[in-house]
């Protein structure tokens, strides 16, 4: 059975840092690319960053700079390190693996909030 379990996530000040990680099980985690997609209140889900099994790596034009998403395939986790962040990174952040599949965590919250 797959699985991809979210954590790390909170809440932060403007300007604050969070890094989110996702364990993955029961996929061949090595050749799957990987990504972050979040969902603000009142908006449709969106691409954050994405991992190709190769390491290669894109982001959202609104994260760049800010955000980066790396990959240890010996702990079969991604993580995405956010800092700078702003308000309008309020979202719920959804782990995605992606090869033959396509699998899907449950979230972790992420509030960016004085």
């Known amino acids: 059975q797959v699985q991809l379990v979210e954590s790390g996530g909170g809440l932060v000040q403007p300007g604050g840092s969070l890094r989110l990680s996702c364990a993955a099980s029961g996929i061949r985690f090595h050749i799957y690319t990987m990504a972050w997609y979040r969902q603000g209140p009142g908006k449709q889900r969106e691409l954050v960053a994405t991992i190709t099994m190769t390491g290669s790596t894109n982001y959202a034009d609104s994260v760049k700079g800010r955000f980066t998403i790396s990959r240890d395939n010996a702990k079969n986790t991604v993580y995405l390190q956010m800092n700078s962040l702003k308000p309008e990174d309020t979202a719920v952040y959804i782990c995605?693996?992606?090869?033959?599949?396509?699998?899907w965590g449950q979230g972790t919250q992420v509030t960016v909030s004085s």
């Open positions: 995605n693996a992606r090869f033959s599949g396509e699998y």
